[in-house]
């Protein structure tokens, strides 16, 4: 059955260093993945979409990978800072189906 | 503010009883789904509608239903409830396929 990993374990790292979260899926093909920003208690956020034909998507501090062989998208935010402290879900998806979120990794950034 | 609204925001009822979350879009989306968010749980994803069709579904309990009406809104109707049907339930939409979601924000219900 298709299944969607991201690290469950919380995520911490220091204000201005580079946060990198992992996001694998098995047994299906996207055409593109999506991330979002979940805090407490809230609707998720839209972030950024990457198709399979793009290996790389940037929007200001965020960056995403999307590698089709290793079945693999990495989410990285640079410079980070507090505010950036969230669950960040990733969400492969292969077209007119329906949309599943991985269980999401906790990101803590501390001052 | 996404543009999606739920109503209402919270819903405090009892086990066995029925009740009914109401889902606006965003103007112009077709596209609506529901999920499920027990506490500190991930979303779970219940149903997909597309301009009043049914889509896709998952694992959508047989005591829940939910539709898609002709001007778009949506409803997801929770029957015979039970104390484990306590969650946060989003209705997200968007315009259509490949595109992204905006979530509205949540129901809150409590079954006592």
């Known amino acids: 059955s298709q299944k969607i990993e991201q690290n469950s374990e919380a995520l911490n790292i220091q204000e201005g260093k580079t946060a990198t979260l992992t996001c694998n899926y098995t047994?299906?093909?996207?055409?593109?993945l999506q991330w979002y920003r979940q805090d407490p208690g809230r609707g998720p956020v839209f972030l950024l979409l990457i198709r399979e034909n793009e290996k790389e998507k940037r929007k200001e501090r965020l960056k995403v990978t999307f590698d089709t062989t290793l079945k693999q998208s990495l989410f990285h935010i640079t410079a980070s800072q507090p505010a950036d402290s969230a669950t960040y879900l990733c969400a492969p998806n292969t077209g007119f189906q329906k949309l599943v979120f991985g269980t999401g990794t906790r990101l803590l950034v501390s001052p | 503010d996404s543009g999606v609204t739920q109503t209402p925001k919270h819903l405090i009822t009892a086990t066995g009883q029925r009740v009914t979350l109401r889902c606006s879009p965003r103007?112009?989306?077709?596209?609506v789904y529901w999920y499920q968010q027990s506490l500190d749980q991930g979303l779970q994803f219940l149903i997909q509608y597309y301009n009043g069709e049914e889509r896709a579904k998952g694992n959508i309990l047989e005591r829940f239903s939910a539709q898609q009406f002709p001007d778009l809104h949506s409803e997801l109707n929770l029957s015979s409830l039970e104390l484990g049907d306590s969650a946060l339930y989003f209705c997200a939409s968007s315009p259509g396929v490949g595109t992204e979601a905006f979530f509205g924000q949540g129901t809150r219900l409590t079954v006592v």
């Open positions: 047994n299906y093909s996207p055409a593109y």
């Open positions: 103007s112009g989306d077709l596209s």
